[in-house]
C-alpha cells in the first residue's frame, strides 16, 4: 500500500501544512474476513433458508388478516351512534396490524437472507477523480468557445443584448397575471360590523343578554347580531368575537370604566398578536390568556398586555344597555381589532 | 418450467429490452456497483422511502378529499357533529376517517410518515454535518438537502392544514399573521394569498395545489438530483483498515443492496402502518372545524414546526412599535422570519465556510470521526441546543400543565438559557471532543487496559497493557489535522502581496478552528512509548503544541 493513499498529498496553500507522510502509519489493507456461521454449516444455510421462508409466509398470513378485517369487521355504521367510534378504530387497527404483518415480513425476511445467504465479504471498487482530464477540458472549452464563435455571440451584441432584453421582460405579465389572486386590503383590516346600537348575543347559541344574566365573575363569549347575515360571516367572524365579563367595579380602572356598564366589560377575543381567541380567563387574578403564544392581559388595567410577545392591549368595545335592557355596544371598536399590520399607524 | 427454458425466457426478454434501450450498458454500469455499510446511511434511507410511502397514501387520500372552503352541513356517522356548519373539507376528512374503510388508518400512516419524513431528513442532516460528508466534492448535494428539509417543513404545514379543523386553522390564523406583520407589503400579500380578509375561501384549494402537485414535484425532481449525484460521486464511507480516500468498500447494489435496501423500505412502511394502526394521531373530529372564535388550550403545531413556534413564544411585546405612521413588528419578524433565517442561511453556507477556514480544496470520500473535528462538532452541538431550546420553548404551556410549573417562570428560564446554554455545550462539546482524542492516543500508545494486575518479583504492581492490533490502531490513528494559518506578515520581504496568506478575517477564523488540536500517534511516538513504559509525557507532549 503505498502511504499517501489515504489523501492526495496535494501542495496546498501557504501555511496550511499538514503532518508530513513520512510520520504516519501505513493502512494495513482490509482485515481478513471472517466466515459466517452459513458459510461454513450447510444446515445453518438450509436453516437460514427456512427462517426466510417463515418471514415470507408470515407476510402473506399478514395479508389475509388485512383482508379478513376489511371484509368481515362490522362497519355498517348509522349515524347518531358515538360507540361506532369503538368499531371504525379497531377495524383500521386490525387492517393496519395485517399490513405491517405483511409488509414486515417480506422487509425482514429480505434482510435476513441479504444477511446470512448472499455474500457478505466485502468488495473494493476504485474511485475515480470526479473532473475530466485536462484534454476533456480543453476539448469541452474548444466546443463551447467554437459554438459561441459560430452563434455569432461576441461579434453580434445587437442580437445578444436584445435577447437579453426580451428575456427579461417576458415574465412580468406572469406577474401581472397574479393581480386577481385578491382584492386591495383598503379598510377592511381596520372594521368591524361592531357599531352604535349592536346588540350583543351569545357565541355559539345566541340570545341576547341582560345586565342581570352576568354574576360577578362570570364570563360569556359572544358575537355581534346579525352576523349571518354578512357577505362573508366567516370573514367578519375573525374579526368580531368579543369577551364580555362581569367584575367589581372598583377593580376597574378609569379607562375601563368608561366603556363599562355595571361593572361589565368588553373586550376584542381577538389576539393582539397574532390572532388567536384569548378565551382562558383566570378569575382569580383576573387575567386573560392567549392559548397560542401565552399573551396575558390584565382586565383590571384595560387589558394592558402584562406577560408575552404581544405589544398592544386587547381593543375595548363600549357597551350600554338599550330601552329594552339588553346589553349592545355603545360604539363600534375605536382602532383596528386583532394582529398588527403595517398601515394600522 | 426447468432452468433452461426459465433462463431462455429471461435471455429474450433482456434481449428485447437491451435491443430497444441498451439496457445492458446500465446494467453493467449500476448493478455492480459498491455502496459502503453502515447504520447511520439508513437514516436517509428512511426519509426516502417514507417519501414514497407520503405518495402512495397521499394519492389515496386525494381520492375521496374535496379541497373547498364551501360550506356544508355534516350529516355523516360522528354523532356529536351532526348538523354542524362545518367546510367540505372538513367534512369530507371525517368522513375519509369514519365512512371509508380503512381511511383513518391510511390518513394516519400519511400523517405519521410526514412526522417521520420531516425528522428522517433532520437526522440524517446530522449525520452529514458531523461527519463532515458535505465536504468537496458534494456541497452541492448537501444545499439540495437543506432546501428538502425546508420544503418538507413547508408540506407538511401545508398538509396539516387542508382537513381545515380547528387546530390546524388556528394555525393558518397564526401563519396569516406573520404575513401581515412583514412591512410594506404585508396586508396585500396576506390579501393576495386567501383571496381576500382572512379565512376566505380561496385558501384551501390553493394550498391543496400547492401541497399535492407543485411540492410534491420539486421534491421529485430535487430527490432525483441528489440521488443521481449520489451515485456518480460514489458514496461516503468511514475510515478503517482498508478503506481509503480513492476507493469503496462495501457490498454490490445486486444482490446485496437490493435485498437490503429493499427489504428496509418494507420495514420502514410496516413499522409505520403498525405506529398509524395503534396510535391515533390528529383525531380532528374532537376538535371540530375551523371557527375563528373558539380555541383549545394547548394549541400545538406537528413537531417541526415546533421550533419556530417557541421562537415566537420566547419572544417579547417590546419588538412592536410605531414609526413614521406604520406599525412595525419585530415581536412577530424577529422570531417568526429572522430566526428561521439566521439559521438556515449560514447552514446551507456551511460547506464553504468551513472550507474558507481549512484552505482545503480536495476532494474528501472518507467520512471524519465527529471527535477529531472538534470545532465542527462542537458548533454543531451548540446549533442543535438552539434549536431544541426553541422547541422545548414551543411546548412552555405542556410543560407547565404537566409539571405543574408556573409557565411564565419556565419562559422566563427559557429566555435565559437560550442564550447561556449554547455557548456552554459549544465549550463542553469541544473539551469532550479533546479529551477523547486524547484517550485515542492514550490506546494507541499504550494499549487496551486489561484489567489484569501483575505484581512483578520486586513488589510492584502493574496493569497489563494489551497493544491494539494494526486494524484497530489504524481507526485512531489515519485521520489528519489541520493548522491554523501561520502568522506570516501578508507581504514579503520585497512587499509584495503574499498569495494565500489570507485577511485577517480568514487568519482569525482558522485560529478558532484549529488552535486547540491533537495530533494523531505518529510510527515515531509509539515506538518511543514502547521504549519507555511510563511514557505518560508522550501523550501530551504533541497535543499541547499550539
Redesign the interface.
Known amino acids: 500500500m503505498s502511504e499517501n493513499q489515504n489523501l492526495p498529498d496535494v501542495a496546498r496553500e501557504d501555511g496550511h501544512g499538514t503532518v508530513a507522510v513520512s510520520q504516519r502509519f501505513d493502512n494495513p489493507g482490509l482485515p481478513p474476513h471472517r466466515q459466517r456461521v452459513t458459510d461454513i454449516d450447510a444446515a445453518a444455510a438450509k436453516r437460514a433458508e427456512r427462517q426466510v421462508a417463515t418471514l415470507f409466509g408470515l407476510s402473506g398470513v399478514g395479508t389475509i388478516l388485512a383482508l379478513v378485517a376489511y371484509f368481515a369487521l362490522p362497519y355498517d355504521l348509522e349515524a347518531g351512534y358515538i360507540e361506532h367510534l369503538g368499531q371504525v378504530k379497531l377495524s383500521n387497527a386490525l387492517i393496519g396490524v395485517g399490513l405491517f404483518i405483511a409488509l414486515f415480513g417480506i422487509g425482514a425476511g429480505a434482510v435476513h437472507w441479504a444477511k446470512t445467504l448472499m455474500p457478505d465479504e466485502e468488495r473494493v471498487e476504485e474511485r475515480h477523480e470526479l473532473r475530466g482530464s485536462d484534454e476533456d477540458r480543453a476539448a469541452a472549452l474548444g466546443i463551447l468557445s467554437e459554438g459561441a464563435e459560430e452563434a455569432g455571440l461576441g461579434r453580434r451584441p445587437l442580437i445578444r443584448n436584445s435577447l437579453i432584453g426580451a428575456m427579461a421582460l417576458a415574465p412580468l405579465p406572469a406577474v401581472v397575471l397574479l393581480r386577481d389572486l385578491g382584492p386591495m386590503p383598503e379598510a377592511k383590516l381596520s372594521e368591524t360590523i361592531w357599531k352604535k346600537g349592536t346588540p350583543l348575543v351569545r357565541d355559539p347559541e345566541g340570545g341576547k343578554l341582560k345586565a342581570s344574566d352576568l354574576v360577578n365573575g362570570s364570563v360569556v363569549h359572544v358575537l355581534p347580531e346579525g352576523l349571518e347575515e354578512t357577505e362573508h360571516p366567516l370573514n367578519e367572524k375573525a374579526k368580531a368575537p368579543v369577551l364580555l365579563i362581569r367584575l367589581d367595579p372598583e377593580l376597574l380602572d378609569e379607562a375601563s370604566s368608561a366603556g363599562a356598564y355595571e361593572g361589565i366589560v368588553a373586550y376584542s377575543k381577538i389576539c393582539t398578536h397574532m390572532g388567536c381567541p384569548v378565551a382562558l380567563y383566570e378569575q382569580q387574578t383576573h387575567h386573560l390568556l392567549c392559548p397560542c403564544h401565552q399573551s396575558t392581559f390584565d382586565l383590571r388595567q384595560n387589558c394592558k398586555v402584562i406577560f408575552g410577545p404581544a405589544r398592544r392591549p386587547l381593543p375595548q368595545l363600549p357597551i350600554t344597555v338599550d330601552e329594552e335592557g339588553y346589553l349592545v355596544a355603545a360604539d363600534g371598536f375605536h382602532e383596528a381589532v386583532g394582529p398588527s399590520f403595517w398601515e394600522r399607524g | 418450467m426447468t432452468t433452461t427454458t426459465t433462463a431462455k425466457k429471461a435471455g429474450s426478454l433482456a434481449n428485447w429490452t437491451d435491443e430497444r434501450l441498451g439496457a445492458s450498458k446500465g446494467v453493467k454500469f449500476l448493478a455492480r ?2 455502496f459502503p ?1 453502515h447504520w447511520s446511511f439508513m437514516l436517509g434511507e428512511v426519509a426516502l422511502y417514507s417519501f414514497i410511502i407520503l405518495l402512495l397514501t397521499g394519492v389515496f387520500l386525494s381520492l375521496f378529499y374535496i379541497p373547498s372552503a364551501g360550506h356544508t352541513v355534516y ?6 357533529l ?1 348538523n354542524q356548519q362545518v367546510s367540505e373539507a372538513y367534512a369530507s376528512t371525517v368522513g375519509i ?3 371509508v ?2 381511511g ?2 391510511m390518513r ?2 400519511h400523517h405519521w410518515a410526514a412526522l417521520v419524513f420531516v425528522a428522517a431528513m433532520t437526522v440524517h442532516m446530522f449525520r452529514v454535518f458531523f461527519t463532515g460528508a458535505f465536504r468537496k ?1 458534494r456541497e452541492l448535494n448537501w444545499v439540495i438537502g437543506c432546501v428538502l428539509v425546508l420544503l418538507g417543513i413547508v408540506e407538511g404545514f401545508l398538509g396539516y392544514s387542508l382537513p381545515d379543523d380547528l387546530l390546524s386553522g ?1 394555525g393558518i ?2 401563519a ?3 404575513i ?9 400579500l ?11 375561501e ?1 385558501f384551501i384549494p390553493r394550498i391543496y395545489t400547492i401541497h399535492v402537485l407543485l411540492l410534491p414535484a420539486i421534491f421529485l425532481a430535487l430527490i432525483g438530483a441528489h440521488l443521481v449525484m449520489l451515485v ?3 458514496h461516503t464511507q468511514y ?1 478503517g ?12 447494489l445486486f ?2 443492496y437490493t ?2 435496501a ?10 409505520i ?2 405506529l ?3 396510535v ?1 394521531i390528529n383525531p380532528i373530529w374532537a376538535y371540530g372545524g375551523y ?9 400545538q403545531p406537528d413537531w417541526y414546526m415546533g421550533f419556530m ?1 417557541g421562537a ?11 414609526a413614521f ?3 412595525w ?1 419585530f ?2 419578524l424577529i ?1 417568526a422570519l429572522l430566526i428561521p433565517g439566521l439559521m438556515t442561511i449560514p447552514l446551507i453556507l456551511y460547506p464553504w465556510i468551513e472550507q474558507w477556514a ?9 467520512l471524519d470521526r465527529p471527535r477529531n473535528v472538534p470545532t465542527r462538532t462542537a458548533l454543531g452541538a451548540m446549533g442543535i441546543t438552539f434549536y431544541i431550546l426553541l422547541w422545548i420553548s414551543g411546548g ?2 405542556i410543560m407547565a400543565t404537566v409539571l405543574r410549573l408556573s ?2 417562570d419556565i ?1 422566563l428560564t427559557l429566555r435565559v438559557l437560550i442564550f447561556i446554554l449554547p455557548p456552554v455545550v459549544y465549550i463542553v462539546t469541544k473539551r469532550i471532543c479533546l479529551g477523547m482524542q486524547r484517550k485515542d492516543r492514550d490506546k494507541v500508545l499504550h494499549g487496551r487496559e486489561t484489567a489484569v494486575i501483575v505484581r512483578t518479583e520486586s513488589g510492584e504492581y502493574f496493569e497489563v497493557h494489551e497493544p491494539l492490533d ?2 484497530k ?2 481507526n485512531l ?2 485521520h ?4 491554523p ?2 502568522e ?1 506578515p501578508s507581504e514579503d520581504a520585497n512587499g509584495v502581496r ?5 485577511s485577517g478575517w480568514k487568519r482569525r477564523l482558522s485560529k478558532f478552528y484549529f488552535e486547540q488540536r491533537v ?6 511516538e509509539l515506538a518511543a512509548a514502547h521504549h519507555d513504559h511510563h511514557g505518560h509525557e508522550a501523550i501530551e507532549a504533541t497535543s499541547a503544541h499550539h
Open positions: 456497483k459498491i455499510d350529516d355523516g356517522v360522528y354523532a356529536p351532526v376517517s369514519f365512512d374503510r380503512g383513518l388508518l394516519q400512516i466534492p388556528t390564523r397564526i396569516s399573521s406573520i401581515l406583520a412583514i412591512p410594506v407589503v404585508g396586508s396585500y396576506s390579501f393576495f394569498l386567501f383571496g381576500g380578509e382572512f379565512p376566505g380561496s456518480i460521486q460514489k475510515p483498515p482498508g478503506r481509503t480516500n480513492t476507493n469503496v468498500v462495501g457490498y454490490p444482490p446485496v435485498a437490503k429493499g427489504g428496509f423500505f418494507f420495514i420502514v412502511f410496516g413499522v402502518t403498525l398509524s394502526a395503534l391515533t371557527d375563528p372564535s373558539p380555541v383549545t388550550a394547548g394549541s413556534d415566537v413564544r420566547l419572544m417579547t411585546g417590546w419588538g412592536e412599535f410605531t405612521g406604520f406599525t413588528s415581536n412577530i422570531p481549512t484552505g482545503d480544496r480536495r476532494e474528501h470520500h472518507l412552555n404551556d409557565i411564565n419562559t494494526e486494524y490502531r489504524w490513528v489515519q489528519e489535522t489541520h493548522e494559518l501561520a506570516l503574499r498569495p494565500g496568506a489570507g495530533e494523531p500517534v505518529t510510527p515515531a
